[in-house]
C-alpha cells in the first residue's frame, strides 16, 4: 500500500492542503496573496448574492442533468440487459463509443448542431415548423443537452450491472401472480436497482457540477456556473484566495449531497428489504 499511499499523498492531499491554506489568504492585487490569515473569502462567497445565485444555477444544472440522464438511460439500461449477447456487446460498445472523444471535440460538435443557423434550427425551418431560430445556445438549455448526452454513458454502464443483479424469477414471481408491467417495474425492477441509480446519480452530478469545458463553450462567456466562476477567478481576475475559497465550497456542497443521497438511500434499502 505504500506506493499507493505516497501517490495519494502526493497527487491529491498536498495540493488540496495547499489550496486550503491558499483560500484562506488575502488577495493583495497584483500580488496575488498576503501574509494574514482571514475568513472573508469563504464569508464573502457565502453571503454575496452573485455567488448565491451561481450556486443556485450550478445544482439545478447538476439536478435536470441528473434526472434526464437517468430518465433516458434507464430504458437503454433495461433493453441492454435483456438482449441477446451479440446485441448487448454491439449496445454496450454504442454507449461506450462516445466517451473515445474528446469532451472539446463533443462540445464544438453541440455548437455545430445548436447554433442559431446550426444544423437543428436550419433543418426546423427548412421544414417550416419555424419561423425563426430557437434559442439553443449560451443558455441552460444547450448546457443541459451537452451534458446529458456527455454524461449519459456513466448512468447505462452503472445502471446495467444494477440491473443485472435482480434475479428473473422474482419478476417471474410477480407475473406469475398476474402483476402487470408496470406495477412489477415500480415495486421490484426500481427497488431492486436502486443502488445502481443511486451511484449512477452522484457520480453524474458531481461530475455535471464541477464540468467547465462543456458550461463555458455552450453556455457561453456570460452564463457563469461553479466551475467557469473558479477557472475566472484563478486565470481572468488572479484572485487565487477567492477562487480557492469556491472550489472548496463546491467541494463541501457535493460531499454533502453524496452523504444525504446515501443515508436516503441505506433508508429505501433497509426498508424494502423489512
Known amino acids: ?35 494574514d490569515w482571514t475568513l472573508a473569502n469563504y464569508i464573502f462567497v457565502i453571503g454575496d448574492p452573485y455567488y448565491l445565485l451561481i450556486i443556485g444555477r450550478t445544482l439545478m444544472l447538476g439536478l435536470i442533468v441528473t434526472a434526464a440522464c437517468l430518465v433516458l438511460g434507464f430504458p437503454l439500461a433495461i433493453y441492454i440487459q435483456r438482449a441477446r449477447p451479440a446485441v448487448q456487446t454491439i449496445a454496450i460498445l454504442l454507449v461506450i463509443f462516445p466517451l473515445l472523444c474528446n469532451i472539446v471535440v463533443r462540445s464544438f460538435g453541440w455548437m455545430v448542431l445548436l447554433a442559431p443557423r446550426g444544423l437543428i434550427n436550419e433543418a426546423l425551418m427548412a421544414a417550416g415548423l419555424i419561423a425563426t431560430p430557437l434559442d439553443l445556445m449560451y443558455n441552460l438549455t444547450g448546457v443541459i ?94 484572485d487565487w484566495p477567492a477562487g480557492a475559497a469556491l472550489a472548496f465550497v463546491l467541494t463541501v456542497i457535493a460531499l454533502t449531497l453524496i452523504w444525504g443521497a446515501n443515508r436516503i438511500a441505506a433508508h429505501f434499502t433497509k426498508g424494502f428489504a423489512a
Open 1 to 35: 500500500m505504500t506506493p499507493v499511499l505516497a501517490l495519494l499523498i502526493a497527487g491529491f492531499l498536498a495540493p488540496t492542503a495547499i489550496m486550503a491554506l491558499l483560500s484562506l489568504r488575502s488577495y493583495s492585487g497584483m500580488q496575488g496573496f498576503g501574509d
Open 145 to 238: 443537452i451537452g451534458l446529458t448526452q456527455i454524461f449519459l454513458p456513466f448512468m447505462v454502464l452503472l445502471l446495467i450491472p444494477a440491473l443485472q443483479n435482480i434475479p428473473a424469477d422474482v419478476e417471474a414471481a410477480a407475473y406469475t401472480l398476474k402483476s402487470s408491467r408496470p406495477r412489477v417495474f415500480m415495486t421490484i425492477t426500481m427497488p431492486l436497482a436502486t443502488p445502481g441509480i443511486i451511484t449512477g446519480s452522484i457520480l453524474v452530478f458531481v461530475l455535471s457540477i464541477s464540468a467547465l469545458v462543456t458550461p463555458r463553450m455552450l453556455g457561453g462567456p456570460t452564463y457563469k456556473v461553479m466551475a467557469t466562476q473558479i477557472y475566472d477567478e484563478f486565470m481572468t481576475n488572479l
